[in-house]
Nanobody, 127 residues
Framework: QVQLVESGGGLVQAGGSLRLSCAASGRSFSMNVAGWFRQAPGKERQFVGYINPSGGSRGYADSVKGRFTISRDNAKNTVYLQMNSLKPEDTAVYYC????????????????????WGQGTQVTVSS
């Protein structure tokens, strides 16, 4: 079992930065990819990025590439999402997620590929 808790959301002006944290319990967390997703009102949950177990490989949605960075500290069982140059369209509830095992290339960018989810943290970017 894996439990995830996001924190660090808030209100920020366009062009500003936020750092989200995802604290995990469960010994298997560091053995698998971790993902970040977001969901705006009236929209589907959207892939943001992922990081592999070692932290050496990352992938991002085109909409956030160059602005967001995912990192992890396995000693702390924590994954981070550093968000820079924020835009109003980044406004959403942000979720971290973990799978039960290995994900395919299609599964890794889809919410359905993940079993464990945090409660979400609100990010609001004002113009």
């Amino acid at each position: 079992q894996v439990q995830l808790v996001e924190s660090g959301g808030g209100l920020v002006q366009a062009g500003g930065s936020l750092r989200l944290s995802c604290a995990a319990s469960g010994r298997s967390f560091s053995m698998n990819v971790a993902g970040w997703f977001r969901q705006a009102p009236g929209k589907e949950r959207q892939f943001v990025g992922y990081i592999n177990p070692s932290g050496g490989s990352r992938g991002y949605a085109d909409s956030v590439k160059g602005r967001f960075t995912i990192s992890r500290d396995n000693a702390k069982n924590t994954v981070y999402l550093q968000m820079n140059s924020l835009k109003p369209e980044d406004t959403a509830v942000y979720y971290c997620a973990a799978p039960e095992g290995v994900l395919s290339i299609t599964q890794i960018t889809s919410p359905s590929g993940y079993k464990y989810w945090g409660q979400g943290t609100q990010v609001t970017v004002s113009s």
